[in-house]
Nanobody, 123 residues
Framework: QVQLVESGGGLVQAGGSLRLSCVASELTFSRHIAGWFRQAPGEEREFVAAIRWSDRKAELVDSVKGRFTISRDNDKTVYLQMNSLKPEDTAVYYC?????????????????WGQGTQVTVSL
């Protein structure tokens, strides 16, 4: 059974940085999309970034462009580097994976999910 485990969340002051990691088990990445989503209290889960495993093509939501970067290693780990963090970035961040090569932003398109990691940005 595929499992995704996120790590790297925490409490940081505004302007600071965090690096989230997501490790997949029981999954060999090839034609897959790995994505990051976030959900703040009382809000819907929203797309943050996604990367196509085969060619590293990435998409990011406009609100994080220039501040966040999504990347992956050559094995089973996806990263979300978050710089210049703002209080509005506070949320639970989820890693997700879908089979296929099209980059979707809708959570419903993703097949596997991690348990989430809390990111809190203080003033």
């Amino acid at each position: 059974q595929v499992q995704l485990v996120e790590s790297g969340g925490g409490l940081v002051q505004a302007g600071g940085s965090l690096r989230l990691s997501c490790v997949a088990s029981e999954l060999t990445f090839s034609r897959h999309i790995a994505g990051w989503f976030r959900q703040a209290p009382g809000e819907e889960r929203e797309f943050v970034a996604a990367i196509r495993w085969s060619d590293r093509k990435a998409e990011l939501v406009d609100s994080v462009k220039g501040r966040f970067t999504i990347s992956r290693d050559n094995d089973k780990t996806v990263y979300l580097q978050m710089n210049s963090l703002k209080p509005e970035d506070t949320a639970v961040y989820y890693c997700a994976v879908r089979a296929g090569e099209r980059l979707y932003r809708s959570p419903e398109r993703y097949d596997y999910w991690g348990q989430g990691t809390q990111v809190t940005v203080s003033l």
